[in-house]
């Protein structure tokens, strides 16, 4: 019986206007999470190979016709680099069972990304598969008839089942449609990592209200310890935490409630938000020069000890996985929700979540050895995810998870908790607001900009985009 991580459907009004993004890579990913590890990610010591045997095996429905197709898959991963593993695993080990199949696989930077898909639909040259931005990017690929019905796909070739309910609800809401145009590549959940010895030696317990977590601060900070890191110089890093303050007190959809004009970033909620992010860096809780700390530094920060909280996603166990970076050890680093202020508004079991960067189909190219193709991918992506980096990549799966690494269980027990869920800041906001947003909050962490300016760059953005 296949696993389900959940079980959950997140309907439109749990999370309206999940953003793109592929799970932020711990090292250098912009706002719209371009590229890198999207989920938890087991040690070397786990990783093997899924053999032909495994695939065959895992394969259900009509016998494959064998028909003869080379496709073309555009990605920004290299082919021996996370997703592209994962994508080339599949491909190679469905040449098995299909010989007359063949692919080329180009790679294309994360940020060339949206460029080259904007080029080659202009001359209807949209590759047969490509990664591409769940949500707004692909609206105007939908509309332009560019990009296949996926549901239509997974209905005709009988493996809609293989779809995890809750990545197929999110990636539906961000584009707004009953149907599905794009294929997930992780499933992840967001929140605080908090380094346990750190936490132990200020006396401070783990917060689950916002109250409680601002007293956190202030303890760690009592206590000699920085209390947060932050990639202030990756920019979304820090959005993500107003946007965590903005949902809890102004409720899961109030980010799309200021896109669609139903409410301005400027009302006294979304200004307090933001005020809150620099009220913890005029307090000192960053640190020194946080505009100048990556996120990956950050992360490094929490794992050695240098600051006892991060927020970052389910991805961050791919960097504690790593014995050699890890200096907190298999056990020393912890994950905790984002704090709740009435659980009326956002409860403790909403979670932050994404479905990575996702691959659509271009509707030009396609065909039934491609729809074939198509059903072994989401019939082996969870198995081959799962079994070859641990991770979960918003597909049902049947290998045992049991052998994982603590941090995978932790991830993955923390997704069984999620009952609703919510998106980060940029989600439902244009490319143009979206870079405001993103370019200014460096201003607002180094108090050069006020939380009331701030949002009015953001306003000012809105309002410039919707003339």
């Known amino acids: 019986m296949k696993r389900k991580v959940l079980s959950v459907f997140l309907t439109a009004a749990m999370a309206v206007g999940m953003l793109a993004g592929c799970g932020s890579s711990a090292s250098t990913a912009s706002g719209s999470q371009s590229a890198s590890t999207e989920a938890v990610t087991a040690s070397s010591t786990e990783t093997a190979s899924v053999t032909s045997e495994t695939s065959a095996t895992a394969a259900t429905g009509d016998t494959d016709p064998q028909m003869k197709k080379k496709i073309k898959i555009l990605s920004i991963w290299a082919e021996d680099n996370d997703n592209g593993v994962l994508i080339n695993q599949i491909?190679?080990?469905?040449?098995?069972?299909?010989?007359?199949?063949?692919?080329?696989?180009?790679?294309?930077?994360s940020d060339d990304l949206k460029q080259k898909i904007a080029t080659l639909a202009a001359s209807n040259d949209l590759p047969d598969v490509f990664v591409y931005e769940s949500g707004k990017p692909i609206v105007d690929l939908i509309n332009a008839d560019q990009i296949v019905d996926i549901s239509d796909v997974l209905?005709?070739?009988?493996c809609a089942d293989y779809i995890e309910p809750s990545a197929e609800s999110l990636l539906t809401t961000l584009s707004q449609t009953d149907d599905l145009y794009d294929l997930p590549l992780g499933l992840n959940i967001e929140g605080f990592?908090?380094?346990?010895?750190?936490?132990?030696?200020?006396?401070?317990?783990?917060?689950?209200?916002?109250?409680?977590?601002?007293?956190?601060l202030k303890k760690?900070?009592?206590?000699?310890?920085?209390?947060?890191?932050?990639?202030?110089?990756?920019?979304?890093?820090?959005?993500r935490l107003i946007n965590a303050y903005t949902v809890r007190t102004l409720g899961p959809d109030a980010m799309k409630?200021?896109?669609?004009g139903d409410a301005k970033y400027t009302d006294a909620g979304y200004v307090a938000a933001a005020q809150k992010l620099q009220d913890w860096a005029n307090a000192g809780y960053f640190g020194?020069?946080?505009?100048?700390?990556?996120?990956?530094t950050a992360g490094t920060m929490l794992m050695t000890g240098k600051a006892a909280?991060?927020?970052?996603?389910?991805?961050?166990?791919?960097?504690?996985?790593?014995?050699?970076?890890?200096?907190?050890?298999?056990?020393g680093i912890g994950f905790f929700n984002i704090p709740v202020q009435d659980e009326s508004i956002s409860g403790a079991d909403s979670y932050s979540m994404?479905?990575?960067?996702?691959?659509?189909l271009g509707k030009a190219k396609y065909d039934d050895a491609t729809g074939w193709f198509v059903k072994y991918f989401v019939e082996h992506m969870g198995d081959t995810a799962m079994t070859v980096q641990g991770s979960v990549k918003g597909y049902t799966y049947t290998a045992d998870t049991s052998k994982a690494t603590g941090y995978t269980q932790l991830v993955l027990q923390e997704m069984a908790k999620a009952k609703s869920s919510f998106t980060w800041y940029e989600a439902t906001m244009g490319s143009e607001v979206s870079t405001v947003a993103q370019e200014n909050v460096q201003s607002l962490l180094n108090g050069d900009m006020s939380a009331q300016d701030y949002m009015k760059s953001i306003q000012d953005a809105s309002d410039s985009q919707a003339e």
């Open 91 to 109: 491909c190679n080990d469905y040449k098995k069972v299909n010989p007359n199949f063949d692919y080329e696989y180009e790679y294309v930077a």
């Open 155 to 158: 209905k005709k070739y009988n």
């Open 193 to 216: 990592w908090y380094n346990k010895a750190l936490f132990q030696k200020a006396g401070v317990e783990v917060p689950s209200t916002w109250d409680e977590f601002d007293s956190a």
């Open 220 to 239: 760690l900070k009592d206590a000699g310890i920085q209390p947060l890191a932050c990639g202030g110089a990756d920019k979304w890093g820090a959005t």
């Open 257 to 260: 409630k200021a896109a669609d």
């Open 288 to 296: 020194q020069g946080v505009t100048t700390v990556d996120m990956n």
């Open 309 to 331: 909280m991060f927020y970052n996603g389910s991805w961050f166990t791919s960097n504690l996985n790593d014995t050699s970076a890890n200096a907190a050890g298999a056990d």
């Open 354 to 360: 994404n479905c990575g960067n996702i691959l659509c």
